[in-house]
């Protein structure tokens, strides 16, 4: 790794915006309930009572932030925007760099139990010739990082972490992981600059895939397509008001700490592998450092920016990807590990219109936040992936 114009980054909330959350926490006002609703409705409003009380009384901010600080941190200007990262050197005999990009609605922390496991692969069990250089950027207008509404918004963020990892780490060739927008970000990348990614990994194909369907459909892909269709209609409604009037939520969710966490929470239930249980997948305190990322940052509104992004994208923008598609590679190695309770588990007969199948393997338990749900499991896909690419990596 060469670091050039990173500067050593530390996370420090001032103590007035604790204050003032706190606060707001103690005068929440909350609407009545069904007390019957559950979480039919959205967010179950006897839990979000209970995670309130958590937040105001128990939840302890510094103790996290000590923990966020634990990890390597830096800020640099890529291209005009600040972006946030962290860069964790591996533990390894010749680590290959592995750029990790999360999606919404969570953060860079989405990775803080999968780091280690990733640079540190002896101390786990595994084997030290498996270890990455980890960097983890928090994307445009997410978290520590800049926004970026020009240069093609999220059709620019592949170019832009491009430009992250070959210019400002020094990185001639690397691996890239991502799910949600993470995946989306992580194909294009792989599209544009195929000769700097040994290969992609992901846990799910970008749905951007679905807006353009063939004539020649399996029935497995015809079943995977209806399933798409009936989450826009019955579950997709935060990601129409997101992409079409993202400023409409955004100041009442920036304002309230109890619309932010119902907001975000909600998503957490919907898209994960608990059985009912949501804290048999994420403690309170991960629940809550994830929506405090936002809170701190003020970052809700400009974190809709990629729904806005496709969703007003003109004629003239698609045509201009697609000639990118057209010019750019789909030849790059791709691995996925597809979990049972993500939004959408594709068939990979779908994949395999759009990539180079390497590995696919359909693991046993999961939902769409993988890397905390099941890290060791990811983990140990995405070592297995890598293995024998690791012979493209740069000196």
């Known amino acids: 790794m060469v670091i050039r114009m990173l500067e050593p980054f530390s996370i420090m909330v001032p103590q007035e915006m604790l204050d003032d959350l706190r606060r707001r926490l103690s005068t929440v006002r909350l609407p009545e309930w069904r007390n019957d609703a559950g979480w039919v409705d959205g967010m179950n409003g006897e839990y979000l009572r209970d995670l309130i009380d958590y937040w105001r009384d128990a939840y302890n901010w ?17 291209n005009g925007t600040r ?3 962290i860069c964790e050197k591996g533990r390894g005999p010749a680590n290959l760099p592995l750029l990790m990009i999360h999606g919404y ?21 595994g084997d030290a010739n498996d270890a990455f250089d980890v960097v983890v950027p928090s994307l445009p207008g997410y978290g520590f990082s800049e926004a970026r509404p020009d240069h093609g918004g999220l059709f620019g963020f592949g170019d832009l972490l491009h430009d992250l990892m070959t210019k400002e780490l020094g990185y ?38 679905t807006f353009r369907k063939p004539d020649d459909l399996t029935s497995s892909e015809n079943k995977y397509l209806e399933g798409i269709e009936r989450f826009q209609k019955e579950d997709a409604a935060y990601a129409m008001i997101q992409g079409t009037r993202p400023q409409t939520p955004a100041p009442a969710l920036n ?13 957490f239930y919907e898209w994960s592998d608990h059985g009912g249980d949501i804290e048999s997948r994420f403690s309170k305190d991960e629940l809550l450092t994830n929506i405090m990322i936002y809170w701190v940052t003020q970052t809700i509104g400009t974190s809709f920016q990629p729904y806005r992004d496709v969703m007003k994208a003109g004629a003239g923008r698609w045509t201009k990807e697609a000639v990118r598609g057209w010019i750019g590679s789909d030849s790059s190695p791709a691995g996925f590990a597809l979990f049972p309770k993500d939004i959408s588990t594709p068939p990979r007969e779908w994949a395999a219109r759009f990539y180079n199948i390497q590995r696919w393997s359909e693991m046993p338990a999961g939902g769409h936040f993988a890397a905390l749900e099941e890290p060791e499991a990811l983990a140990a896909e995405i070592r297995a992936f890598f293995r024998p690419l690791r012979q493209c990596r740069p000196d």
């Open 172 to 209: 001639s060739r690397f691996g890239a992981h991502g799910g949600d927008w993470g995946s989306t970000i992580t194909e294009l990348l792989a599209r544009s600059h195929a000769r700097s990614v040994v290969g992609i990994h992901l846990t799910d194909v970008p749905f951007l895939h």
């Open 83 to 85: 972006l946030h990262v």
């Open 105 to 125: 609605p969570d953060s860079f922390f989405r990775y803080y139990k999968l780091i280690p496991l990733l640079t540190d692969p002896g101390r786990y069990g």
């Open 62 to 78: 510094r103790s996290q932030e000590q923990m966020l600080n634990g990890f390597n941190q830096f800020r640099c200007e890529v």
């Open 255 to 267: 304002d309230s700490p109890a619309g932010l966490a119902a907001w975000i929470v909600e998503k």
